[in-house]
C-alpha cells in the first residue's frame, strides 16, 4: 500500500468520522432538548422525531464521501 | 382514505332535544359542533339549561365519581360481567330512576366497601409498620442482652447513623450535666450504616432525659403504642406473631370484597356507564342554539352513516325534526373533522402516520403509501432470513400478550415487515451475515451486500430514493392541481424537473447517456429553477439552487437503506467468526448468540425509525398537508 492508498483510506475515515462526530453532537442537543418538550406534550412525539433524524443526513453524506473514495481506491488497485 | 364528510343541521321542537340527543348518542356517528361556530347560525342564542337541570348535572357528576371510586375498590377483585347487552335497556330509563338507583346502590354497597378499604388499608399499614420495627429490633436486640435487667430503670434506644457515632460523647455529657452519673449508655455498630445506643437512667429521671431529648433534637425508638412498657424481645415475639396473622386477614377482607363485588359489578357497571352518559348528554346541551319553541344541533358525520342516522331520528323521535344537509364553501370543508378508513392490511400503519398529525380534511391520505414503502425500507435494512424468521416469531408472541389496539396494530407491522425482511434476506442470500452461506451454501439471487457488489448496492438505494421522492412529487403536483394552488404547482412541479434534470446530467456525466444529450439537461435544471422560484418571486434567485441541492440531499439520504443494512451484516460477520475465532465452543457460541441478539435489536430499532424517517422527512414534505382535527363523535362510553 502506497502512501495516497493510505491518505486516501484516512480521508475516507475522517469523512465518516467526523460527518458522524457532528450527528452526534446535533442529535444529542436535539434529544434533550426534545425528551424536555415530550414531557409537557407527549403528542409532540412525530415532530420531535424527525427533528432527532434531520442530522442524521450529515453522517449518511460523510458515509457516501466515504464510500465514493474507497470505491475510487477499489478501482484504482 | 379519508371517510367522506357532511355537515348537517338538525331542527326541532325544544321538548324533543333530550329525546333527538339520546338517539345521537346511541347512534355514535355525529360530532356535534358548537352552533355559535356555525357560520349559518353564529346569531342563535345557545340554549341554557335552568337551575334544576344544573342541579342535576351536578348531582349526577358527584354520583358518578362515587360510582367510579367504588368501581376502582371493587371491580379489580372481581371477574368484570358482561352487560353490554343490558346496557341499552338501562340507557332507556328516565334520569331520575337512574339517579335514584345509583343511589340506593351507594346506600346499599358503600358502608360495606368503605369499612373493608378501610380495614385493608390499616392493615397494610399495620404489617408497614410492623417489618419497620421488626429490623430495627433485630438490630437492637443483641445490645439489650447485654444490659441486666434493673427494676426501677428506664431503657432507651437510639439508633443513629455511624458515621455520626461520635454524638454519643456529647449526648454522655449533656446527660451529665442533667442527671448526673445516674445512667449508662451503652453503644455499638450493629451493621454497616447504623450504630444502636441502649441508655439507662433511672425511671424517677425520665422528666429531664426525655426533655434532653426533645431540647437537643433526639428521636429514640418507640415502640407501637400496644407494645409500650414490654420488653424488646417479648415486644419482637409479638410483632413476629402479628407479622403472620396479617396476611390472612387481608386476605379474609379481600374475599369479603370479592364477595361484595360480585354482587354489586354489573349494577355499578350499567348505573356508571348510564350516567356518564347521561351527563355527556347534558354538557352537550350548552353546544345547542335555541329560539323560544326549537332548538337548533349543527355537526359533521360521515355522509355514509346520513340515511341511516334521518330513518333512527324519524323512528325514535319523530317525523317533526328536520335534518337538513349544509352547504359548506371550500375553505369550510377543510375546517372538517378527520376519520381515516383504510383496508384492514393498510390500517395498522394509520397509527404511524398520526404520529406526525392526521392529514387535514380533502388531503390525501398517505397511510396506504407508508403501509406500501416502510416494510419495503424495513427488509431492505434488516435483510436477513434468520432476523425475520426472529422477528416472526417475537412479533407472534406479542400478539399473544398485547391487548390494547396501538400495540396490536404495531404488531401486525411487525408482521409484514418480517416478510419482508426473510423476503430481501434471500435477495441478499443473508442467514446470520453469511453463516447461511458457509453452513447450507445459500447464496444471493441478486445483489450480495459482503461487498464485492457494493456498488451495485448504493446504486440501488439511490434509484429507491430517486423512485420515492419523485413519487411524492408527482402526488404533490396532483395535490397542487386539486387546491388549484398555482403556487405550489409552480414549486413542486419545478423541483420535479429540476430532479430529473439532476440526474440526466449525471448519467451523461457517468457516460450511461451519450455528452450530446447534455443540452436537454442543462435546459431541464435551468427550467425547474425558474419554476421553484417564481413563487418566491427575486428571492428565488438565490433559494432556487439552494432548493435544488436539498433535493439532490433528499435522494442520497436514502443512502442510509444500504448503510444501515451494510452494518448489520458486518456486526453479524463480527459475531459468527468470534465464534470461529474462539476455542471454547460454549462460550464462542453464547458471544456469537449475545452478538446476533444485539444485531437483531438494533436492526429492529433502527430500522423502524429510518425508514419512518424517509416518509416523514423526504417523502411527505412532498405533498402531505397535516394538520386535521380528528374525528370524534358523540357516543355512548361503553360498558
Keep these: 500500500m502506497d502512501l495516497t492508498t493510505g491518505l486516501l483510506a484516512i480521508g475516507a475515515g475522517l469523512a465518516v468520522g467526523l460527518a458522524a462526530l457532528a450527528t452526534g453532537w446535533a442529535q444529542g442537543r436535539i434529544g434533550s432538548a426534545g425528551v424536555g418538550a415530550l414531557t409537557e406534550k407527549p403528542e409532540l412525539f412525530g415532530s420531535i422525531l424527525i427533528m432527532l433524524a434531520l442530522p442524521e443526513t450529515l453522517v449518511i453524506l460523510g458515509f457516501a464521501v466515504a464510500a465514493m473514495i474507497i470505491l475510487l481506491l477499489k478501482a484504482g488497485a | 382514505m379519508l371517510l367522506p364528510m357532511t355537515k348537517i343541521q338538525i331542527v326541532g321542537s325544544t321538548e324533543k332535544l333530550d329525546a333527538t340527543l339520546r338517539a345521537l348518542q346511541r347512534l355514535g356517528t355525529m360530532q356535534i359542533q358548537d352552533v355559535a361556530e356555525a357560520q349559518e347560525a353564529p346569531l342563535l342564542a345557545k340554549l341554557s339549561p335552568d337551575r334544576h337541570a344544573l342541579e342535576q348535572r351536578d348531582e349526577i357528576s358527584a354520583l358518578v365519581a362515587r360510582l367510579g371510586s367504588f368501581s376502582g375498590l371493587l371491580l379489580p377483585e372481581v371477574r368484570v360481567p358482561n352487560v353490554a347487552p343490558a346496557y341499552d335497556a338501562a340507557s332507556l330509563r328516565t334520569t331520575v330512576d337512574l339517579i335514584a ?16 378499604a378501610l380495614r385493608r388499608d390499616e392493615l397494610q399499614a399495620e404489617q408497614a409498620s410492623l417489618t419497620r420495627y421488626q429490623a430495627m429490633l433485630h438490630k437492637v436486640l443483641p445490645l439489650s442482652a447485654e444490659i441486666p435487667r434493673l427494676d426501677g430503670y428506664e431503657t432507651v434506644v437510639l439508633l443513629i447513623e455511624r458515621r455520626s457515632s461520635a454524638v454519643l460523647d456529647l449526648l454522655r455529657q449533656k446527660l451529665n450535666e442533667a442527671i448526673g ?18 441508655v439507662v437512667f433511672p425511671r424517677d429521671q425520665s422528666e429531664q432525659v426525655n426533655a434532653l431529648f426533645g431540647r437537643e433534637n433526639i428521636s429514640p ?10 420488653s424488646l424481645r417479648d415486644a419482637l415475639t409479638t410483632m413476629e406473631r402479628r407479622l403472620a396473622e396479617i396476611p390472612q386477614a387481608i386476605e379474609q377482607v379481600s374475599r369479603e370484597l370479592q364477595g361484595l363485588g360480585a354482587s354489586s359489578s354489573a349494577a355499578l357497571l350499567l348505573l356508571r356507564a348510564a350516567l356518564s352518559d347521561r351527563l355527556a348528554q347534558m354538557e352537550v346541551v350548552s353546544l345547542v342554539g335555541a329560539t323560544r319553541y326549537t332548538f337548533v344541533l349543527v355537526g359533521w358525520l360521515p355522509r355514509r352513516d346520513l340515511p341511516n342516522l334521518r330513518q333512527t331520528l324519524q323512528r325514535e323521535v319523530g317525523p317533526e325534526l328536520c335534518v337538513e344537509e349544509m352547504k359548506i364553501s371550500r375553505e369550510e370543508m377543510k375546517q372538517a373533522p378527520v376519520a381515516l378508513a383504510n383496508t384492514p392490511v393498510v390500517r395498522p400503519f394509520e397509527f404511524l402516520v398520526t404520529l406526525i398529525s392526521l392529514p387535514r380534511y380533502g388531503a390525501l391520505d398517505p397511510t396506504p403509501l407508508v403501509a406500501l414503502f416502510m416494510p419495503i425500507f424495513f427488509g431492505l435494512i434488516v435483510g436477513d432470513i434468520a432476523h425475520g424468521i426472529l422477528l ?5 408472541l406479542l400478539y399473544r400478550f398485547c391487548r390494547t389496539p396501538i400495540y396490536r396494530s404495531l404488531v401486525q407491522v411487525m408482521f409484514i415487515c418480517a416478510f419482508w425482511t426473510i423476503l430481501f434476506g434471500i435477495i441478499f442470500g443473508e442467514f446470520l451475515g453469511a453463516l447461511g452461506h458457509q453452513i447450507f451454501g445459500l447464496k444471493p439471487l441478486w445483489i450480495e451486500r459482503s461487498g464485492a457488489a457494493l456498488k451495485s448496492l448504493f446504486a440501488f438505494a439511490v434509484a429507491v430514493g430517486a423512485a420515492h421522492v419523485l413519487l411524492g412529487f408527482v402526488l404533490g403536483i ?25 440526474f440526466w446530467l449525471v448519467a451523461v456525466v457517468a457516460g450511461t447517456l451519450p455528452k450530446t444529450l447534455s443540452t436537454p439537461g442543462i435546459a431541464g435544471l435551468i427550467v425547474g429553477m425558474v419554476l421553484l422560484s417564481l413563487p418566491l418571486g427575486w428571492i428565488g434567485a438565490i ?13 442520497l439520504s436514502y443512502l442510509r437503506l444500504a448503510a444501515i443494512g451494510l452494518s448489520s451484516f458486518y456486526l453479524a460477520e463480527v459475531a459468527n467468526r468470534l465464534y470461529g475465532i474462539s476455542t471454547n465452543i460454549a462460550l464462542g457460541a453464547i458471544v456469537a448468540g449475545l452478538l446476533h441478539a444485539l444485531n437483531l435489536a438494533i436492526g429492529i430499532v ?34
Excluded: C, W
Excluded at chain 2, 101 to 116: M, N
Excluded at chain 2, 221 to 230: D, F, S, V
Design chain 2, 181 to 198: 452519673d445516674r445512667f449508662e449508655v451503652n453503644a455499638r455498630h450493629v451493621d454497616q450504616q447504623t450504630t444502636a445506643a441502649m
Design chain 2, 392 to 396: 416472526t416469531l417475537l412479533a407472534a
Design chain 2, 543 to 555: 433559494v432556487g439552487p439552494i432548493e435544488t441541492l436539498g433535493l439532490i440531499g433528499n435522494v
Design chain 2, 101 to 116: 338507583d345509583a343511589k340506593q346502590l351507594i346506600a346499599e354497597i358503600g358502608p360495606a366497601a368503605q369499612t373493608l
Design chain 2, 478 to 502: 396532483a395535490e397542487a392541481v386539486r387546491a388549484r394552488s398555482g403556487k405550489q404547482l409552480s414549486e413542486r412541479l419545478g423541483k420535479f424537473i429540476a430532479l430529473i434534470a439532476v
Design chain 2, 221 to 230: 425508638l418507640h415502640l407501637p403504642q400496644e407494645l409500650a412498657g414490654t
Design chain 2, 606 to 639: 433502527s430500522a423502524t425509525i429510518q425508514s419512518l424517517r424517509l416518509h416523514y422527512v423526504e417523502f411527505f414534505t412532498k405533498f402531505y398537508e397535516g394538520g386535521g382535527a380528528p374525528f370524534r363523535p358523540f357516543k355512548q362510553s361503553g360498558v
